[in-house]
Every structure is written in structure tokens, then in C-alpha cells.
């Protein structure tokens, strides 16, 4: 007689239960939708979506099916033409609606009212746009390191502590965390680092002696560097969120990879060009003064601008300007800023903070009548190569985009003018989702056709299913009867380590397909190391049931041994692999736990349920 | 069905000079052709730009090549990709242009070729990216070889049977890496993974066999060494092989039905499949055996110890 716990039976029951349950959403497959958010942001609700589907049924646009996810509105085709005729429609009719394009799971509304979705596509499977960037984090402490000689300066005067020079410690182009600040003669360094506790608050402040006078040395300590690194990380990934949305892409990742990179997935975008420019775009902007006291023509002519100003050309007009280095607010400041079209031609309609809002009141009252520039500050890097050596050179673009007297008293909310269509809608769209103040650059970029996705997940398909058939035919006639039980065990298995990616919405990649192969193909071996215990057995003339426990036995530390070690490539794999690879240690280390699971449980019970109660066993079929 | 019936008895032991020999010169040549031609890195390791693209008739390849040349793109490498309607382009990485206008240029290009040309995939990789990843891929395959040798250390109890199992694990890698370099096939992340799982299953037989050889070891203690390992390796000859028939019948579907993404990654599990069983069987025992494995190291007979119980 063969036993098997009854608790046992259960855990397998429930646990096969539950899996196919998480499963199951994989085979419904998926149609082309349409998912539709508001340009603002606030929830689709649910009586938003009859106009937009009777409007779209007006167009001659077939919506196979509507419903609200997640606070945005998903319409299902049944074709890719017919979702990109609702697409341009809604686009056309609706402008206050962002639409991406995607796919959506044919499986019933039931199952996603369950939170069970069917495991995410990696980009190599249904086509888009992958980038990764590098963050110029030493750009971002140099800007702070700015910050503080200009809190520096100003605590300074406040005090009446003279100095000579404050600025920023470069040794050699190496990485800068400390400031300067000389002192002639006559200043106490001691009352100047008084001076300078308040705002340099948690810099190590220290004292140099000099020929002549005294300098103290800021220095940023190794954990302000590394918060400053980490913020201007998460600004960058806030940022560049908010642009991903702004463009209306469906289900985008966007996440931090390694010390300073950031990688993005953009599912679906095949107008790469477009996005990369938009998404990497560093813009901010200044509102300045302009110095009407002196002369910018001379200034042109000289090439030199009077102290506390700074001399520009205007964009279109291109006529020398000089303005103010006062900073009266910045792109940082804004709250809110939408494209229109005003009496002047296409503008930005611009909301400031609090703070900015103050500063512009209390400019704009004290200078009516006198002239106010927009500045537009963009970034980029360039490399070329210098005799035979790559140089990159980081290039800030400054452009005087409007300037203007101030007519009338303004504090938070104004508009700027003078840019095309095109431009405004833009800096719209680049202001409203945050400056990006930090530098950043991309130094991979993969496009993937959705063709090519779709060849690409047949072919995996394909391969597993031919691939499965195989294993199962030679089992089951290697095995006969027992080949049989592996193959119902090996088609659990898959649909638990389905279940298990479906669970952790890890996404799926062609490299995870082949992973999920290979795990049907190494799940056999618990099978097979059994089996052949067992045939050992019945050679040895042990009775059929007896041969069976000593097999289950038997194998059990080969089987544990020889499962361990893939256990170690696959979690090295999954700590040092990135993107499609990691996707394959994922499914490696998965297909472990599942195929020792369904083999060394599935596999007993199945056989103590087909032979275990049988009194007269004479033979096995194995 | 079996493969062998009823119980084998191969002489594996007393062969083991010609297996030696066998894999000598499979290991100096692998190294020796990696040394000197070293591996057909894919642009995930270098750098550069690679485009794919599809034709609706058979592609002209070397007028590809002839007319991205005209355009000023350096070494241009052109092949076909999967079909002969399909072809891949690399290109060194280029830090002056960037994706964008790459793109546009290989498009203009192929079109001017033939205006049916379609670019389905692109990718630009700065070389910097490249180079760390070679870096990190090396760590990785460092890491398991140290972790799996630590594991195979704590396991068997004897240096003898781990130094086995660790030359076997090593050989395997080796031997993909060398094929890979004699061949020059794409060397791409995807291989990586691959060798990566190749150290894991190769080990797999191995420890079967060493399992076995600690089961008979335990059972006939006065055996001779080359008895028992020669007897663990048949008793568990047709596990290994029905293994591999099945894992190979897997990675065959991949590697014919699995398109070209899938190309290298299922080309080096076959090779470490096929080589990972050879040195389970003839390497990792035979080494052991050299090194004077006897039932005493694996079950060292308890040493009389006095040990009062008494308070």
C-alpha cells in the first residue's frame, strides 16, 4: 500500500487551483485598444465614455468594447486599421484627451475585476522604444556647490564681513565638492564662518591660512553628496515621467539603473525621433530685467557687459539685449503652464508659485513701463571626435524668446508670447512636466518594430508549443503510463511558473520564452531521475508499490543536489542581468521551484492516486 | 522503452587516458583560438549601431554595403538575418551622429536600394555602455564558478570529488567560448545567459553521478575505487542520456524554430549540453579517481572519542 498525507492532496489542489486561476488571462490573447486620459489628469469617469464611443460610432469606428482601467478609458478593436482611425478621431475631436496607442486582454471583464492581468509583453515581443540615460550628476552638485557661493556671498554682505572671492574649488576637472572663500586681511575668519554657519548649515566649514589673509573652505560631506546625487536622480525620473504621460504612452517604465542611469520602455512608440527629443530635452526658464541704464549696442560692439548684467541677442529679432543676472523666477517655479493662441499669435499661458509669485508682483510694480526678457536655457551634449579622440562638450543654449515692456502690475499668472505653434505647444508640454535641470544623455537607444515583435513572439511560441509536443510524445513512449503522469506534471508546471509571472507582472522577452522551454525541458530530469530509480527497483525483483517509494526516496537528494546548482547561475544571472536577460533568470530560478515542486509532489500523488490503493500490482508501466 | 537493457558495464575508468588526451586538446584549442581571435562581440558588448531590416524580395546585399559606404558610414558589416529577405547592418559605434539621424540614413540608404525596405529594428549602444557590460558579464560568470565551487566544496565532503566536479564545470564554458570564438559566431548577452545556465546543467550530471558514487561507496566499503565510480556512471548512464535526449529536444525546437534573436543563445546550450555530459562522464570521475578517491575520505570510519556523559 502507498500513502499520501490528505493535507498534501489539498495544498496541491488548491495551489493548481489558484494557478490556473492566475493563468488563465494568458490564453484569452490581446486586441488593439485605445486607452484615453485627461490632459489634466483627473480620472476618466464613467459618463465621459458614452460621447467619445456614440462620437467615434458617428466616425464609422467600430468599438468592439469600452470600459474604465485605472482611471483612464480603454476602447478595444478588432483591428490595428480600426484603432488608427479612432485614434486620429479622438485626437482631432477632443483636444483636452491624451491617447496612446495599446493593447488590451481579450480575457472576460471578470478577471480583471480580480486584479489578474496577463504577464506585460517585454519590448522585444510587441515593439517600442528603450533608452537608457546617463544623469550628469557631477553637473548637478557643481549647480549646488553655485547654490551655496551665492548664499555664501549674500551672508557675507549681510554681515559686512568684506571678501575678496567665492568660488568653486576645481582640481584638475575631477569631480568638485568644496567652495572657497578668500578673505582679505582685515576680515576675521572666525566671524566669517560665523557668518557662514546659518546657510551652510552641515558643510564642513574649515580655515586656510594665505600670504595675505585667510580663505575658508566649504567642503559638502560624502552623504550631501550622495543626497544631492539621489535627488537629482529622482527629479530626473519625476520629470521624465511626466513627460512619458504627457505623451500618452500606454504602460511606460521608468526606472533608475545602476548609481546614475535611468532606463525607459516605452511599450508601442514608433515615432522614436520625436519622443527621444522631447524626452531628453533639458529646458528651464528665466524671467530677468533688462538693464535699461546701459547701452546694449555698445556692449555688442565691445563685447564686454557692464557689471550685474549679462549681454544676449534676441532669437528672432537679433538685436543685442542686456539684461539683469537677478533671477526674478524660474521654469522650477512654475505650477501650471498650458499652450494658447492670444491677439499676439500662439503663447504660453504661464501660473507661478507662491514664492515667484511675490517675487513678480514685487518687481512688476516697482518697474512698470520698463522691459522684462524670457529666457529659454537648453542643454545638450555634444561629442566629436578630435584627432582620433572622442571629446563631448556640454553645450548650454541660451535664447531670449520674448521680450516685452510690463504694462500692468502681474503676480502669478501671465502669458508669453512670441513663439510659432508648434514652439509653444512644446514648451508647454516641456515646462508643465518640470525642468529638467540636470543634464542627461542618452547612451542607448533600441527601437523595435511591432512587426518584429510579433514575428518574434510567434517564433517563441511556436518553439515551445513544437518543443513541449516533443518532450511529451518521447516521454510517454519511453515512459508508457508513467511517461503520461510526467507529461500532466510538466503541463502543471508550466502553468504554475505561468501563474508565478503573471502574479509578479515580471514582463516576458524572448530570452524568458526560451527560459520557459528550457524549464520544460530540465523539469524532466526530477521525472526522469525517478523513474529510473524505480526501474532499478523493479530489476531488483522489489514488489511494484515498494519500488515506488524507494524511488520517490531514492532520488530525492540528487534531485535536490542537482537542482541547487542551476538555483546559483540563475540568481547570479538575475543580479547582474539586465532587460530581457534578467527576464530569463527570472523564469530559470522560477522554473526551479516550480518543476521540484510539481515533480516531487504533483508526481506522488498523481501515482499513489493511480496505484497506491491497488492490492493486486504485479507489474508497472514504466 | 529503455535504452540500454538491463545493466551496462562500460570500462569508462580504464579509457580515461584517451579522454584526458581528448579534452587537452579541446581546452588548448579553445584558449588558444580565443587568445588569438578572440570573440565576434555583438554590439551589446562594443558599442555601435545595429539596424535590421526587411525586403519584400530577396535583399542585395553587397549593394547595401556599396551604397552605406557612399554614405560615409565606416566598415559597414552586412548580412542576411534569419531569411534572405531580411538582413542586419552594423556599424562601429559612431559618437558623432546620433540615433536620429542614423536612423534617417539607413533608411534613405536601403531605400535607395530598394524602395520596399523597411527598418524593424535599431539600436544604438554608446561604448561605454559596451564596455561595462563586458565587465559585468565577466563578473557574472566569475561569481558562479566561485559560488558553485563553494556549494561542490561544502557538498562532498572531499577535495578530491570537488576538484572533479570543478574541472568538469570549468571545461564546459571553456569549451562553448572556444567554439564560439573557432566559428565566430555573434557573441551577444543572450550567450551569456546561456553559458551561465550551461555551468548550472553541466554540474547537474555531475552531481548525479557523484550522488550514486557516495550511495555505492557507503554500500561496498572494501570495493575497489575504479569499480565503483565505473558502476555509479552506468547504473545512472541512462538517466543522463534520457536527460539530455529531452533537454536536447528543447533546445533543437529553439534553435531551428526560435529565429535568429534565439540563434546563439541555442547554439551554445547545445554545445554545453553535449560537452557537459561528456565531462560528467569521463572527466569529473576519472579525476577523482586520479587524485586517490577511497571510501575512507567520503565515510571517514568514526574515530573513537572519549567522551564522559557522566556529571
Known sequence: ?622 | MEFFKGETNFPFMATRKVWYTLSAILMIGSVVSFATRGLNLGIDFTGGISANATFAQTANVDAVRTKLTEAGFKEPQVQNFGSSRDITVRLPPDPSQNAKVVREKIESVLKSVDSSAQVRQLEVVGPQVGNELKTSASWALFFTLLLIGFYIALRFHTWRLSLGAILAVIHDPILVLGIFSITQTPFDLAVVAAILAVIGYSLNDTVVVFDRIRERLETNRRMASDVVLDQSINQTLSRTIMTKVVTSIVVIALLFLGGPVLQGFSEALMIGIVAGTYSSIYISSAIALDCGLTAEHVFPSEKKVAVDHLP
Open chain 1, 1 to 622: 500500500m502507498l500513502e499520501y498525507a490528505r493535507w498534501k492532496y489539498v495544498l496541491i489542489g488548491v495551489v493548481l487551483l489558484l494557478s490556473l486561476l492566475f493563468a488563465l488571462p494568458n490564453v484569452f490573447g490581446d486586441d488593439p485598444a485605445l486607452q484615453i486620459a485627461r490632459a489634466d489628469h483627473i480620472p476618466f469617469t464613467a459618463d465621459a465614455t458614452a460621447p467619445v464611443v456614440s462620437y467615434l460610432k458617428d466616425q464609422k469606428v467600430n468599438v468592439e468594447k469600452s470600459y474604465i482601467d485605472d482611471g483612464r478609458l480603454m476602447l478595444r478593436f478588432d483591428s490595428i486599421p480600426e484603432q488608427l482611425k479612432a485614434r486620429d478621431a479622438v485626437k482631432d475631436h477632443y483636444k483636452e484627451y491624451i491617447t496612446a496607442l495599446s493593447f488590451a486582454s481579450r480575457a472576460p471583464e471578470f478577471f480583471r475585476r480580480l486584479g489578474l492581468r496577463p504577464m506585460p509583453l517585454g519590448l522585444d515581443l510587441r515593439g517600442g522604444l528603450y533608452l537608457l540615460y546617463q544623469v550628469d550628476v557631477k553637473g548637478s552638485i557643481s549647480q549646488y556647490l553655485d547654490g551655496y557661493a551665492n548664499d555664501a556671498r549674500r551672508a557675507l554682505s549681510t554681515a559686512n564681513i568684506a571678501f575678496k572671492d567665492v568660488s568653486v574649488i576645481t582640481n584638475g576637472g575631477d569631480q568638485q565638492n568644496a567652495i572657497r572663500i578668500v578673505l582679505p586681511p582685515e576680515s576675521d575668519a572666525t566671524a566669517a564662518r560665523n557668518a557662514l554657519a546659518q546657510p551652510l548649515q552641515g558643510v564642513g566649514l574649515t580655515t586656510e591660512a594665505l600670504p595675505s589673509g585667510s580663505a575658508v573652505i566649504a567642503t559638502l560631506t560624502n552623504a550631501q553628496i550622495k543626497e544631492r546625487q539621489d535627488y537629482a536622480i529622482q527629479q530626473v525620473i519625476t520629470t521624465l515621467r511626466n513627460r512619458v504621460n504627457e505623451l500618452g504612452v500606454s504602460e511606460p517604465i521608468v526606472q533608475r539603473q545602476g548609481l546614475d542611469r535611468i532606463n525607459v520602455q516605452l511599450p508601442g512608440v514608433q515615432n522614436s525621433a520625436e519622443v527621444v527629443n522631447i524626452l531628453g530635452k533639458v529646458a528651464t526658464l528665466e524671467f530677468r530685467l533688462e538693464d535699461m541704464t546701459n547701452s546694449a549696442a555698445e556692449a555688442a560692439i565691445s563685447g564686454h557687459a557692464p557689471l550685474g548684467s549679462k549681454l544676449y541677442t534676441h532669437t528672432r529679432m537679433g538685436r543685442p539685449l542686456l539684461l539683469k543676472r537677478e533671477i526674478i523666477a524660474t521654469g522650477d517655479q512654475l505650477t501650471n503652464a498650458t499652450s494658447t493662441q492670444t491677439q499676439e499669435g500662439p503663447a504660453v499661458s504661464l501660473r507661478l508659485d507662491a514664492r515667484a509669485g511675490d517675487a513678480m508682483l514685487k518687481i512688476t510694480r516697482a518697474n512698470l513701463k520698463k522691459r522684462m526678457a524670457v529666457v529659454l536655457i537648453e542643454k545638450r551634449r555634444e561629442t566629436s571626435t578630435v584627432n582620433g579622440k572622442e571629446v563631448t562638450k556640454d553645450i548650454t543654449d541660451e535664447q531670449v524668446i520674448n521680450d516685452a515692456t510690463i504694462q500692468g502690475i502681474f503676480s502669478n499668472s501671465f502669458n508669453i508670447t512670441g513663439l510659432q505653434a508648434g514652439e509653444a505647444r512644446e514648451l508647454a508640454l516641456l515646462l508643465r512636466s518640470g525642468s529638467l535641470s540636470t543634464g542627461i544623455y542618452a547612451i542607448e537607444e533600441r527601437v523595435i518594430g511591432p512587426s518584429l515583435g510579433k514575428d518574434n513572439i510567434d517564433k517563441g511560441i511556436h518553439a515551445l508549443v513544437i518543443g513541449m509536443a516533443g518532450v511529451f510524445l518521447f516521454m510517454a513512449i519511453y515512459y508508457r503510463t508513467f511517461g503520461l503522469v510526467a507529461d500532466l506534471v510538466l503541463l502543471a508546471n508550466v502553468v504554475l511558473l505561468a501563474a508565478l509571472l503573471s502574479m509578479m507582472r515580471a514582463s516576458l522577452s524572448l530570452p524568458g520564452i526560451a527560459g520557459i522551454i528550457l524549464t520544460v525541458g530540465m523539469a524532466v530530469d526530477a521525472n526522469v531521475l525517478i523513474y529510473e530509480r524505480i526501474r532499478e527497483e523493479v530489476r531488483k525483483g522489489v514488489s511494484p508499490q515498494a519500488a515506488i517509494r524507494a524511488g520517490f526516496e531514492k532520488a530525492f537528494s540528487a534531485i535536490a543536489d542537482s537542482n541547487v546548482t542551476t538555483l546559483i547561475a540563475g540568481i547570479v544571472l538575475w543580479v547582474f542581468g539586465t532587460g530581457p536577460i534578467r527576464g530569463f533568470a527570472i523564469v530559470l530560478t522560477l522554473g526551479i521551484a516550480t518543476s521540484l515542486f510539481t515533480a516531487l509532489m504533483g508526481s506522488r500523488a498523481l501515482i499513489t492516486l493511480m496505484y497506491g490503493g491497488r492490492r493486486k500490482l504485479t507489474r508497472l508501466s514504466i
